[in-house]
């Protein structure tokens, strides 16, 4: 594999030259092992991220929680009086997290997890290739009398 720099060269040159570039890690504990702390940057080398459930290594959902910021939420307040009537109610805004580490690590069935090249979040709903007819041709097992026969 290519250092780190160099790495970050050819994605970052490659778009405006027409290479498509594609990596794959199960996480980022796998590109800390292979550059150490320059790995760090990693997410930044790509356009669009797409992160799938199942990563279990902290400071790769740290740092995806962190991505994903903050935002604050309503929550309401309710008084009652000394017979349980209603007696006010209150508004206060509460910042918290927009993705929490179990959401990322364990993910929503049918979806994953994106950054834009803003690195804005949002759920991508996910299509089964089996679902979708552009796929069905590589699916399907090739008939025996076209002569495609993979036995020897």
């Given amino acids: 594999?290519?250092?780190?720099?160099?790495?970050?060269?050819?994605?970052?040159?490659?778009?405006?030259q027409?290479?498509?570039t594609l990596a794959c890690l199960q996480d980022l504990s796998q590109a800390r092992s292979r550059w150490g702390t320059s790995a760090e940057g990693f997410l930044s080398l790509f356009p669009t991220t797409i992160v799938l459930p199942g990563i279990a290594d902290r400071p790769t959902l740290e740092l995806l929680r962190h991505l994903a910021g903050r935002t604050m939420t309503p929550s309401p307040t309710f008084q009652t009086g000394p017979r349980g009537r209603h007696a006010g109610r209150s508004l206060t805004w509460v910042e918290r997290d927009r993705a929490s580490?179990?959401?990322?690590?364990?993910?929503?069935?049918?979806?994953a997890m994106?950054?834009?090249?803003?690195?804005r979040v949002?759920?991508?709903?996910?299509?089964?290739?089996?679902?979708?007819?552009?796929?069905?041709?590589?699916?399907?097992?090739?008939?025996?009398d076209r002569g495609n026969s993979r036995e020897r």
């Fill in 114 to 119: 994106g950054l834009d090249p803003s690195n």
């Fill in 122 to 144: 949002q759920w991508v709903e996910l299509t089964p290739a089996y679902r979708d007819v552009r796929f069905r041709p590589y699916l399907e097992r090739p008939s025996r």
């Fill in 18 to 20: 027409g290479v498509l």
């Fill in 101 to 111: 580490m179990a959401d990322l690590a364990q993910g929503r069935p049918g979806y």
């Fill in 1 to 16: 594999m290519a250092p780190l720099p160099r790495l970050a060269g050819i994605v970052s040159e490659g778009g405006g």
